[in-house]
C-alpha cells in the first residue's frame, strides 16, 4: 500500500477510527490505542492524534500529546544557563508514537513526528512549552528520536528532548 502523505489525514482520535486491526508488532502500545486511547482523550489526559487513509477508517499510525513539566536540574547545565531560575518548566510529551507493521518503512514514523512537533510549536504559542519530551521505550526509539536531534536528560539517557526554538527553525 503506497502511503499519501498529507496533514489532511491526521485527525484527533474519533469513536469511527477502526483502531481494532492496528498492530505495531509492540502489545502495549497496541492494546493503549484499543483500550485507553479515547479514554485519555475523554478525560482531556493525552490528545491522540492518528493517521488514515481517504475513504478508510483504520488507524495506519498514531501518537500522543500532552502538557508535562520538568525539572530544570535535569537539563544539560548549557541549556539549564540559557533558562530562567525556575525549579520546573513547561513542556510538551510526546507519550506515544506508533505505526501498523503494514506501513513499516514508508515514512510515516517520520511523517508522524514532525506532525506532533508543529502542533507543539502551535500550542507553544497560546500555553508555554520550552520543549518536547519523549520517554523512548528502548535503543530503536531512542535511535530513531536521536536521529531527529533529541537530545538525552542527565540522568534518564532514554528521556529525550528536543527544545522548542529548535523546533521553531523547522518549520520558520
Known amino acids: 500500500m ?6 489532511e489525514h491526521v485527525a484527533p482520535l474519533e469513536k469511527a477510527h477502526d483502531r481494532k486491526s492496528f498492530d505495531c508488532g509492540n502489545e502495549e502500545l497496541n492494546r493503549y490505542l484499543r483500550e485507553q486511547a479515547r479514554q485519555d482523550a475523554a478525560k482531556r489526559v493525552a490528545a491522540p492524534f492518528i493517521f488514515t487513509q481517504p475513504d478508510s477508517p483504520a488507524v495506519l499510525g498514531f501518537y500522543t500529546l500532552s502538557s508535562s513539566i520538568i525539572p530544570v536540574a535535569e537539563l544539560p547545565p548549557v541549556l539549564m544557563n540559557q533558562l530562567p531560575r525556575y525549579g520546573q518548566l513547561p513542556v510538551t510529551l510526546l507519550g506515544r508514537l506508533a505505526v501498523d507493521r503494514s506501513v ?23 500555553i508555554a512549552a520550552m520543549a518536547v519530551i519523549v520517554e523512548a521505550k528502548d ?23 528536543l527544545p522548542m526554538g529548535q523546533i521553531a527553525k523547522l518549520f520558520a
Open 139 to 161: 535503543q530503536r526509539a531512542e535511535s530513531f528520536y536521536r536521529h531527529f536531534d533529541f537530545r538525552p536528560f542527565q540522568q534518564t539517557p532514554l528521556r529525550l528532548f
Open 2 to 7: 503506497a502511503l499519501s502523505l498529507v496533514p
Open 104 to 126: 513499516s518503512g514508508q515514512g510515516l514514523g517520520e511523517f508522524l513526528l514532525v506532525d506532533a512537533l508543529r502542533r507543539s510549536l502551535e500550542a507553544a504559542q497560546q
